[in-house]
Every structure is written in structure tokens, then in C-alpha cells.
């Protein structure tokens, strides 16, 4: 069972969250839906989906395949933060054929298994260990530059943390690695990073847009950190629109 937000006319738009949110959590984007059909899934075992067994990278892209597939869409235009930026490079990879453009938001393209599996022992056992407001309120903080009480509550009602979807999730994404697939992408890319992202940090939004070979389009904002989509919200759509808006077959640039 596919749980998603369906919304405008247009070319579609799918918009994918990151680790520990849910389809909400885009709230802030729905106007995109005047100039896009937006398709906003919840991903296996986040928000309303219980579907914690198949927990996988690759299994999270097919499953937002079958929803398109589902919705008769061919190809779409995909935009991911996070989590949701590494499901969209394992979307090109699996299905470059039906991806129109990519939008990688506050993610990597790559996570070394090296030490890998101490550190995620360490935050498992901390995440089981620490009462639940405890870890979402430190969570919401480290999303944010600005540490404005209304936008850290904000970030705090787009997560929803689940204990078994938090331990498969973080077990699903060590050693995942995109860098030899970027220099052959073959469809427009943005690349956003926020300058003061704490969780993955801009050096890896370099290290990515790097290496495309100058194929993609690298934006670094400023005061800004790991949620654009709620922390520089404006900025952030007007990103978005400028960059689809060049893909779309409606758009007439006039000289």
C-alpha cells in the first residue's frame, strides 16, 4: 500500500524526504503544485508506512517506481534531501531512462563502510538509550543554522522517528556509492548544499557536484543548514522553479 500526496497538473515532480521525516514535511513546497504535479511519497517504514521489512536503498527507489507506475507516469522530474538525495542517484542508477532531471538537496554520494559499523553501534545504542523528545529536539537543532524556536519546532513536526525504521534505515545506507556513476549522468542536475549543514557537511555537496565534471549545477546557501526546505524556504522554491522551469518543454527564454 503506496501513502503519498498527490497534487497540481504538469509535468510530475517527485519529492522524496529524508531519514526519520515524512511526506509533510515538504509542506512548505506544495505551492509548487501552481507549476508541477507533485508526487511527495512516504518512504518504506517512514510516516504512515509500516513497511519496515524491505528497508533498503534499492528497495526505496523500486517502491517509488511501482507508486509512479501505479500513477501511469513514465518519467518525472526528482527532487531528494538527505536520504531522499541518495534514493534519487539509486533512481538514476536503477531507471535512468524514466528521470527527467535531478535535484540533490543536503546529501552525498558517498558513506565509507570503514568504522562504519562502530559508529552506527554507538548512535543505535545512544538513539535506544535516550528518551524521545530528547532526541528529537537535539535532532531539530542540529537541522538548523538559525536557532529560532518556532523553526526548530517546525523540523521537530516533520520527523517521525520509529525505532526499528531509524536502526534499519542507518544499517541501509553505509557504504552506498555514487562517485563512478556521476561523470556519465545524462540528465540535468542541481546540487544544493547549506553552508552551515552539520549533518553532511557542504564539503560533500562539493565532492559530489565535483564529480559530475562540471555536468551539474552546484548552489551553496548561505546562513543555512541541514533543512533548507523549512530554514530557507523561499530561496529554496525559487531554486527549484528556476531550475525546472529550463527543463520544462513550457519554458521560452526571450532575448
Not at 8 to 22: D, M
Not at 74 to 83: Q, R, T, Y
Not at 146 to 171: F, G, W
Not at 216 to 223: M, R, W
Amino acid at each position: 500500500m503506496f501513502h503519498y500526496l498527490d497534487m497540481g497538473k504538469g509535468e510530475p515532480l517527485v519529492l522524496i524526504h529524508g531519514f526519520g521525516c515524512k511526506k509533510e514535511s515538504w509542506k512548505n513546497q506544495y505551492g509548487l503544485s501552481e507549476s508541477y504535479r507533485l508526487i511527495i511519497p512516504d518512504l518504506l517504514g517512514h510516516g504512515e508506512s509500516n513497511d519496515v521489512e524491505n528497508i533498503s536503498i534499492p528497495n526505496f527507489a523500486k517502491n517509488i517506481m511501482r507508486l509512479l507506475d501505479q500513477l501511469g507516469i513514465e518519467a518525472a522530474h526528482f527532487c531528494g534531501i538527505s536520504l531522499g538525495g541518495i534514493i534519487v542517484q539509486e533512481i538514476y542508477k536503477l531507471f535512468p531512462k524514466r528521470v527527467k532531471s535531478m535535484i540533490l538537496s543536503n546529501t552525498t554520494s558517498y558513506l565509507p563502510k570503514t568504522g562504519a559499523k562502530w559508529i552506527l553501534k554507538k548512535k543505535i545504542d545512544q538513539f535506544l538509550s535516550t528518551p524521545r523528545e530528547n532526541i528529537v529536539s537535539a535532532a531539530a537543532s542540529n537541522c538548523l543554522y538559525d536557532q529560532n524556536p518556532e523553526l526548530i519546532q517546525e523540523v521537530k513536526d516533520a520527523l517521525l522517528l520509529k525505532d526499528e525504521t531509524y536502526i534499519k534505515t542507518a544499517k541501509a545506507t553505509i557504504g552506498v556509492n555514487y562517485l563512478f556513476m556521476l561523470p556519465f549522468i545524462k540528465v540535468p542536475t542541481l546540487i544544493i548544499g547549506g553552508f552551515y549543514d552539520k549533518l553532511l557537511p557542504v564539503i560533500l555537496a562539493r565532492q559530489t557536484h565535483l564529480m559530475t565534471l562540471g555536468k551539474a549545477k552546484l548552489v551553496i546557501l548561505d546562513e543555512c543548514g541541514h533543512a533548507p526546505v523549512i530554514e530557507c524556504k523561499e530561496r529554496y522554491n525559487e531554486l527549484l522553479l528556476e531550475f525546472l522551469n529550463k527543463q520544462s518543454p513550457i519554458y521560452e527564454q526571450v532575448i
